[in-house]
């Protein structure tokens, strides 16, 4: 326990000297929270008296949770194992399940972090309100911030060299920010392209998430989201289980 | 002095190619152990399965009395290990790393203490990226012996070092041989054998062709001593020919080569001659053979190509 506890306080240090993983899970989503706040502000939906900047914010979080999911994770994963630094660590007592763990717990802490830092912008700059149980958001953020770190040491496990890292996950993070309906709603795409989204985590994630937060939805209403990014998560850990290298 | 790390038939192959092919050691405690060999000879390999990061193909290793196959994990606290790339985290303090590796032992040196042993208390505040190549070296030390280990594996230490770098570590493992360590290391620069190792074992192909204590291997194999020197004078010749211990002599010119097992006799004779018999000499030069001679006459080829 010791160990781990060490491990998270390394990571999060670790963390937050990487410059490139603060600008992803932190400067990136603030900037786009602030920019399409700014823009749409208090324009209206046509749905129910909702405002944009009311869908924006479960949107941005999603694209958040996938910043320290597949940016931040995969990258610096497949990073320090090219650098052969996990080989060196082999060699000391310390358990692989100790490194693996701290490194769990560190994003699922940024994550947090992440979407409280999104709530404040949102609810005090643009007067946001969740409507719903604040206990089934919380539920179903982790359930997405853990669907995505799953997806990112999958990525990590499938990517063989350190350099092609971050263009594949710039890939799979883009593919999935435009059309997993975050800045666009998927009901504008084209029917093929709809059919896609309607794969992708990010999709039902952003629907549950808002459908929670701003439509005050129940479990009852959203489980059929959620099980979809349980699928994600469970396949995306079996693929992390089956092709892990530590060198 | 009794066995700290015992080695059996060791032998590791990749596909087709056997790297390591039969490999015994016996390694006493508070020696320097030198493997020496070319590039692919099967040093790393070695010391890789002695170190745990590799599972022989067969064979047995001990350390410290314990069987690798049944306590790798007690192996992991009693030895320190420098790889020939060691690579930690980037965005980390020297001093940082020194305390996180510490804090994976059961029991470990202070990190001032760690600090002072490879000279890097001014460095302590400094993030790892920053570090000269030398100073990385010196900080793969510092991580390979946080824990106080009985046997330190050093996998090329100094390869890619500038000189002074080199000297600085060969200073820091004599330093660690005094304090009692054991220490295997490995090395393709025969001059690095020759200064720290007080047995080397010589790998080629992945078998070791000769193991003895440093010294008597270039003896064994090359027992003479070549001594050049340039005299003008005339009866040079006939003078240096009737020395004792001198089993030829070689001319050209003005330049003559002794060869001698007894070398130090015959330059305290060389000396009495020029006083008593004013000869004079010129520039002398004396060579030891090395262990690239041993290398030579063992392989036929050079160790570097």
Same mark, same amino acid.
């Given at each position: 326990?010791?160990?781990?506890?060490?491990?998270?306080?390394?990571?999060?240090?670790?963390?937050?000297?990487?410059?490139?993983?603060?600008?992803?899970?932190?400067?990136?989503?603030?900037?786009?929270?602030?920019?399409?706040?700014?823009?749409?502000?208090?324009?209206?939906?046509?749905?129910?008296?909702?405002?944009?900047?009311?869908?924006?914010?479960?949107?941005?979080?999603?694209?958040?949770?996938?910043?320290?999911?597949?940016?931040?994770?995969?990258?610096?994963?497949?990073?320090?194992?090219?650098?052969?630094?996990?080989?060196?660590?082999?060699?000391?007592?310390?358990?692989?399940?100790?490194?693996?763990?701290?490194?769990?717990?560190?994003?699922?802490?940024?994550?947090?972090?992440?979407?409280?830092?999104?709530?404040?912008?949102?609810?005090?700059?643009?007067?946001?309100?969740?409507?719903?149980?604040?206990?089934?958001?919380?539920?179903?953020?982790?359930?997405?911030?853990?669907?995505?770190?799953?997806?990112?040491?999958?990525?990590?496990?499938?990517?063989?060299?350190?350099?092609?890292?971050?263009?594949?996950?710039?890939?799979?993070?883009?593919?999935?920010?435009?059309?997993?309906?975050?800045?666009?709603?998927?009901?504008?795409?084209?029917?093929?392209?709809?059919?896609?989204?309607?794969?992708?985590?990010?999709?039902?994630?952003?629907?549950?998430?808002?459908?929670?937060?701003?439509?005050?939805?129940?479990?009852?209403?959203?489980?059929?989201?959620?099980?979809?990014?349980?699928?994600?998560?469970?396949?995306?850990?079996?693929?992390?289980?089956?092709?892990?290298?530590?060198? | 002095?009794?066995?700290?790390?015992?080695?059996?038939?060791?032998?590791?192959?990749?596909?087709?190619?056997?790297?390591?092919?039969?490999?015994?050691?016996?390694?006493?405690?508070?020696?320097?152990?030198?493997?020496?060999?070319?590039?692919?000879?099967?040093?790393?390999?070695?010391?890789?399965?002695?170190?745990?990061?590799?599972?022989?193909?067969?064979?047995?290793?001990?350390?410290?009395?314990?069987?690798?196959?049944?306590?790798?994990?007690?192996?992991?606290?009693?030895?320190?290990?420098?790889?020939?790339?060691?690579?930690?985290?980037?965005?980390?303090?020297?001093?940082?790393?020194?305390?996180?590796?510490?804090?994976?032992?059961?029991?470990?040196?202070?990190?001032? %203490?760690?600090? +002072? #042993?490879?000279? =890097? /208390?001014?460095?302590?505040?400094?993030? $790892?990226?920053?570090?000269?190549?030398?100073?990385?070296?010196?900080?793969?030390?510092?991580?390979?012996?946080?824990?106080?280990?009985?046997?330190?594996?050093?996998?090329?230490?100094?390869?890619?070092?500038?000189?002074?770098?080199?000297?600085?570590?060969?200073?820091?493992?004599?330093?660690?041989?005094?304090?009692?360590?054991?220490?295997?290391?490995?090395?393709?620069?025969?001059?690095?054998?020759?200064?720290?190792?007080?047995?080397?074992?010589?790998?080629?192909?992945?078998?070791?062709?000769?193991?003895?204590?440093?010294?008597?291997?270039?003896?064994?194999?090359?027992?003479?001593?070549?001594?050049?020197l340039t005299s003008p004078d005339e009866g040079a010749e006939e003078i240096l020919?009737r020395i004792?211990?001198?089993?030829?002599?070689? %001319?050209?010119? +003005? #330049?003559?080569? =002794? /060869?001698?097992?007894?070398?130090?006799? $015959?330059?305290?004779e060389l000396t009495r001659l020029c006083d008593e018999k004013k000869l004079s000499i010129e520039?002398v030069?004396?060579?030891?053979?090395?262990?690239?001679?041993?290398?030579?006459?063992?392989?036929?080829?050079?160790?570097?190509?």
């Amino acid at each position: 326990m010791k160990t781990l506890i060490g491990q998270v306080k390394l990571e999060t240090r670790l963390f937050f000297r990487r410059r490139d993983d603060l600008f992803w899970t932190l400067a990136f989503p603030v900037f786009f929270m602030l920019l399409f706040g700014a823009i749409y502000g208090n324009m209206g939906w046509e749905e129910g008296g909702m405002r944009v900047v009311d869908y924006l914010l479960p949107a941005i979080i999603v694209m958040a949770l996938m910043t320290t999911g597949i940016m931040a994770t995969a990258t610096g994963f497949a990073e320090e194992r090219g650098k052969g630094v996990y080989r060196r660590l082999s060699l000391t007592p310390l358990k692989r399940h100790d490194i693996i763990g701290g490194q769990i717990i560190n994003r699922y802490l940024i994550i947090l972090a992440q979407a409280l830092i999104l709530i404040l912008i949102g609810t005090l700059a643009f007067k946001v309100s969740i409507v719903g149980n604040y206990l089934l958001f919380w539920g179903v953020l982790s359930l997405g911030g853990f669907c995505f770190l799953a997806l990112g040491f999958a990525l990590a496990s499938v990517i063989r060299s350190a350099k092609s890292a971050t263009p594949v996950c710039m890939i799979v993070f883009f593919v999935m920010m435009f059309l997993g309906g975050i800045f666009f709603s998927t009901s504008i795409m084209p029917e093929y392209l709809q059919r896609f989204s309607n794969i992708l985590p990010a999709t039902h994630l952003n629907n549950a998430l808002r459908m929670v937060a701003v439509e005050g939805r129940g479990v009852n209403e959203v489980w059929r989201e959620l099980l979809i990014v349980i699928g994600w998560f469970a396949g995306c850990l079996g693929l992390s289980v089956k092709f892990f290298r530590w060198e | 002095m009794s066995t700290v790390v015992e080695v059996k038939d060791l032998v590791k192959r990749y596909g087709d190619l056997t790297a390591v092919n039969g490999v015994s050691l016996s390694i006493d405690g508070g020696e320097i152990f030198g493997i020496l060999g070319p590039n692919g000879a099967g040093k790393t390999t070695t010391v890789e399965m002695i170190e745990g990061l590799r599972k022989p193909d067969s064979g047995s290793i001990r350390v410290c009395g314990i069987d690798s196959a049944r306590g790798a994990e007690k192996i992991k606290q009693l030895v320190g290990v420098q790889l020939q790339s060691t690579s930690i985290y980037e965005r980390i303090k020297v001093e940082e790393a020194i305390e996180l590796f510490g804090s994976y032992y059961h029991k470990s040196h202070s990190t001032s %203490r760690v600090l +002072d #042993e490879v000279s =890097l /208390h001014d460095k302590a505040d400094s993030f $790892v990226e920053t570090l000269s190549g030398g100073q990385k070296q010196r900080l793969a030390l510092a991580l390979a012996i946080v824990n106080d280990p009985q046997v330190l594996i050093l996998d090329e230490p100094t390869t890619g070092l500038d000189p002074q770098a080199r000297r600085n570590v060969w200073g820091i493992v004599l330093r660690l041989k005094e304090e009692g360590k054991t220490i295997i290391l490995t090395t393709h620069y025969m001059e690095e054998a020759e200064r720290l190792c007080d047995r080397v074992g010589i790998m080629d192909h992945g078998r070791i062709i000769a193991l003895d204590a440093t010294r008597r291997l270039i003896e064994e194999v090359t027992p003479e001593s070549a001594i050049e020197l340039t005299s003008p004078d005339e009866g040079a010749e006939e003078i240096l020919g009737r020395i004792t211990g001198v089993s030829k002599l070689g %001319r050209d010119g +003005d #330049e003559f080569i =002794l /060869h001698t097992r007894e070398a130090w006799s $015959v330059i305290k004779e060389l000396t009495r001659l020029c006083d008593e018999k004013k000869l004079s000499i010129e520039s002398v030069s004396m060579r030891k053979t090395t262990l690239e001679d041993v290398f030579l006459s063992l392989t036929g080829r050079k160790l570097r190509e």
